[in-house]
Every structure is written in C-alpha cells, then in structure tokens.
C-alpha cells in the first residue's frame, strides 16, 4: 500500500510571509505530484501540478519543488494571504491495472493571519 | 458549468437505509473515480471506471458498495442498508485519458463539490 507522507498538520503565517508544505512519497510508478486545494464543504480543487520533466515548477505565487532522489515534493506559497487560508493535500498516483487513483496525504491545515 | 457536478450535495438518513449518490463527469472525460473522505483525512480511493468498466476496486468497498457506469458518462454510487461509519464526504472526479497501454502519465483529476452524507 504506497503511503504519502504530508507535514505539517496545521501552519499558521502571516499575511506576506512563505508557506511551505512538504510531502515525501514510497513509491510510484509515475512520476505526477498534485496538489490540491480545499476549502470547508468544498471539493478538492487541483493547485498545481509537477510532472517528471522538469524538478521546479511556479505557478503566480505557487511552486511545487521536486526531489525525486529523496522521493520529496513541496509547496512553497509566496507572498500568502488570508485568501489562503484552506486545507491543502499533496498526492501521488498509484498505477494499478489500469487505475490511476491518487492516493492523498493527511491534509495540511493553512491560516494566513493579517 | 462545465465541471464535474454531484446529486445530492447532503443526504441525512437513518442507519439501515438505502442511499443512492450521482456524478456527472466532465463531458469528454472517459475516466471517473469515487473518492471518500472523512473528517480530518485525505480522499481515499474507492472505485474507477474507464468508460462504463469497473476497473478497479478497493477493499474499502464492502459489498454493501455499488457503483455503476451504464452508458460511460454519469456514475451512480448506492450504500445499501447504511451504517454510522459510513458518515462522510463521497467525491467524484472524472479525468480524460488515453487508451490504456499507450501512455505512462498519470492524467489530471477534477473533483466535484462531493455529497455530504450523515448516518443517524
């Protein structure tokens, strides 16, 4: 059973600073991290996204860096804001027998404070 | 709209009930997943379908679980004779894929808003 390793819980920064959230991986068949952002009641809305070409990929104020020697992947938010504030899940796909379900991280609890 | 959308969006019953859950994909997207998640928690998969097969089941889904793709465009989830534990969020999502065996990249999923579901 491949497992995603999210950290941490819960951040709390304030308005303009760096929010990082980190996830670590076992194993994947394809190299495709994620990340999701939730806020309450809501579905999860796909943020941004790395594929195994390139190991940094920015996005406005988001950017997904990739280790994949260190089977690592992180979330840096620039620049946060109160806007923010919401749960955010990094995932990995699990390549079964033509399934390509993600399988998720524990969730990481942001609130950017003003 | 055209995203993936959910019926109903919040289902109360009593334990012992049926419930039936609703999913329209995104129009041209051939695959389609059912996730749960619980308070606190990550999605967990549950099911996926390229077009109407069922390709894929996961051990949280006990046979009181059905899914079903009849034409390869909405999906059905029904809980037969519910239970407390199964109190949560079932999201859908959908994704367009190429066949299988011609790609080894994972495809994009999109959720929908998900169905609430509370087990008195």
């Known amino acids: 059973q491949q497992q995603v390793k999210q950290s941490p819980q819960s951040l709390i920064v304030q308005k303009g600073g760096i929010s990082i959230i980190n996830c670590a991986y076992e194993?994947?068949?394809?190299?495709?991290f994620p990340w999701y952002q939730q806020f309450p009641g809501k579905g999860p809305a796909l943020l941004i996204a790395?594929?195994?070409?390139?190991s940094e990929k920015k996005e406005g104020r988001f950017t997904i860096s990739f280790n994949k020697s260190a089977k690592q992947f992180s979330l840096h938010i620039m620049d946060s804001q109160p806007g923010d504030s919401a749960t955010y899940f990094c995932?990995?796909?699990?390549?079964?027998?033509?399934?390509?379900?993600?399988?998720f991280g524990k969730g990481t609890k942001l609130s950017v404070i003003p | 709209d055209t995203g993936v959308s959910q019926d109903p969006r919040h289902k109360i019953t009593k334990r012992g009930q049926n419930v039936t859950f609703r999913c329209d994909p995104i129009?041209?997207?051939?695959?389609l997943y059912w996730y749960r998640q619980t308070l606190g928690q990550g999605p967990e998969f549950l099911t996926y379908f390229q077009n109407e097969a069922q390709l894929e089941k996961s051990r949280l889904l006990s046979d009181r679980f059905s899914a079903e793709r009849p034409k390869g465009s909405f999906s059905t989830l029904e809980i037969q004779r519910t239970e407390q534990g199964d109190s949560a969020m079932y999201l859908c999502a959908s994704s367009l894929g190429s066949l299988r065996g011609t790609s080894g990249r994972a495809d994009t999923q999109y959720f929908g808003p998900g169905t609430r579901l509370t087990v008195l």
């Open positions: 995932a990995a796909p699990r390549a079964g027998a033509g399934s390509y379900q993600l399988t």
């Open positions: 194993n994947t068949a394809f190299d495709y």
């Open positions: 129009s041209e997207h051939n695959r």
């Open positions: 790395i594929r195994p070409d390139v």
